[in-house]
């Protein structure tokens, strides 16, 4: 019940965000945003810690360990796939402040960026960051500490600042 209706002012506050049966959300430490895009969470997700906010799409049984910042803009979405286990104090927003011309200030040149697709069945390690636009395919590991800058293959592992590849799940 008490679940319900934190889900119905969630609701009222951003009518786009959906979620799927049986939740596990820690209503006192997660923090939806209201004024990004729309939310949609499947069904069986955990979700502990951390700020929440859209365009986002997460599939079925996605973890997400606390504390977590993801999701995306109005412009720019982030996909989570099904089965993924996201750990703690991952990034995962596809918007980053524009930067390249000296003649006016950063906080002059606003914001960039592109979608993020992290696919099912991924493991993305504690302190990850994940670049705007950077696909992670199916089954892929991202190391602790990681900074992924570019696509990652399926099934891939792939460690370090930025991320290579040292292998892949048998
Ligand atoms: C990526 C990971 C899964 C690899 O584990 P593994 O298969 O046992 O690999 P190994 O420990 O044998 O390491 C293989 C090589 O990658 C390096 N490596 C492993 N993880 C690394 C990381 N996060 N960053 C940089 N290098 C890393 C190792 O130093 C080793 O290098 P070497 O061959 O030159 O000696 C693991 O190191 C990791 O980062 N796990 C995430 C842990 C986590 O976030 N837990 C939170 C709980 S949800």
Known sequence: MYVRCKIWLIRLRNPGFTIGCRPRIDFSRVRFSTWTGPITIGDDCGIYDGQIQGTLIIGDRVNLISPCRIGGSSLHKVTIGSDTWIAPNAYIVPTTHAYKRRDITISEQ?????????????????????????????????????????????????????????????
């Open 110 to 170: 606003g914001t960039c960026g592109a979608d993020i697709v992290i696919g099912e069945d991924c493991w993305i390690g504690i302190n990850a960051v994940i670049s705007p636009g950077v696909t992670i395919g199916r089954g892929a590991v991202i190391g602790a500490n990681s900074v992924v800058t570019k696509d990652i293959p399926e099934y891939a592992i792939a460690v370090g600042a930025p991320a290579k590849v040292i292998g892949y799940r048998e």
